[in-house]
């Protein structure tokens, strides 16, 4: 019940929510700065550069979408897009990049072994010399 003191508010003024000092769209648009019909008339040199920057990506973007409907096929039932000609020339030039990487890692632990042997030869060089010395004895000790 109400006291006779403060009259009966209705249940929308009771409670304005958050956002009670927001103003209405229609009055936000009202207090808009609207611009001359001067500056209509000649566009800005930003917004032809933007025009031409937006027709340039439509182009590109068509172009895309031709190169879309060519080169690739769509299967429902995998429910993506495919190429099924560059599919196996993607798999061979994988294929031939791994096999390129490998012949790589192996030139280099050739490499890395041969100038760890080539190192340590070459820190002793008396150590090599007697070695080559017990190996030409063991060669005249078979014969």
Known sequence: MTSKAEPARPLAKAYQGPFHRVPSVGTWLCSLPFAAEEDLEEPDE????????ISEQDDELGRL??????????RPSVGSWYAPRQFNNLRAARESYLREM????????????????????????SQSEAASAAQKVDLKAVR
């Open 46 to 53: 930003e917004v032809e550069e933007l025009q031409q920057i």
């Open 65 to 74: 979408r031709a190169t879309l409907e060519t080169e690739f096929e769509f």
């Open 102 to 125: 490998r012949s790589m890692a192996r030139h280099a632990l050739a490499n890395a072994l041969g100038g760890a042997f080539l190192a340590e030869a070459s820190a002793s060089e």
